[in-house]
């Protein structure tokens, strides 16, 4: 991601104006409702805005090969994020850029995840929260894959403390952490 530490989240289009007026290259959709999606990618390649979509959040569509196919072809973002195998492996498939989300809870969880990313091969895991920093390297350490650091972080330390641990960002909703960290 071309170095830039923070993945800006997207929740509404107050906060996608907001990126939108910022230096960042890449960003994240989050909850957005079916109906925008053709519209505010448009948007966002006007702007030279390069979107991450996270597939399971979509309002109004399922999150399978099916709908991924659809995006891929339709609306052609940048990368797309989802917890399910079927969705990061038609991404694969479809030339776009994958990123396995995965949730460490426990240390079951974590053996889960990486049997889940030897089998999906993504480009990236997002390890959810992201403020663990022993699981952040030790999921990279196990894997080999470049990891994005994301949920309950809420402030800079433990944004520096995710990307000190080997993320290469870290995804936030926190607009006051998009500016602390701006290009």
């Known amino acids: 991601m071309n170095g830039q530490r923070i993945l800006p989240a997207v929740r509404s289009m107050k906060d996608f104006d907001k990126l939108i007026k910022m230096n960042y290259e890449y960003g994240v959709f989050l909850d957005i409702h079916i109906g925008m999606l053709k519209s505010v990618y448009t948007y966002a390649n ?66 889960r995840s990486v049997q889940l990313v030897e089998k999906t091969n993504p480009d990236y895991i997002e390890v959810l929260p992201g403020v663990v920093p022993k699981v952040i390297a030790q999921l990279h350490e196990r894997t080999g894959k470049k990891i994005i650091a994301g949920g309950l972080i809420e402030n800079e330390t433990e944004v520096e403390a995710a990307l000190a641990a080997g993320a290469v960002a870290v995804t936030t909703s926190n607009v006051e952490l998009w500016r602390y960290f701006a290009l």
């Open 46 to 111: 006007e702007h030279g805005k390069k979107m991450f979509l996270h597939v399971d959040l979509i309002q109004g569509l399922k999150s399978d090969e099916y709908a991924t196919e659809f995006l891929c072809q339709l609306v052609k973002p940048y990368g797309l994020i989802s917890t399910k195998s079927s969705v990061i492996m038609k991404a694969k498939q479809k030339g776009v850029v994958a990123i396995q989300r995965t949730f460490i809870i426990d240390s079951n969880a974590f053996e």
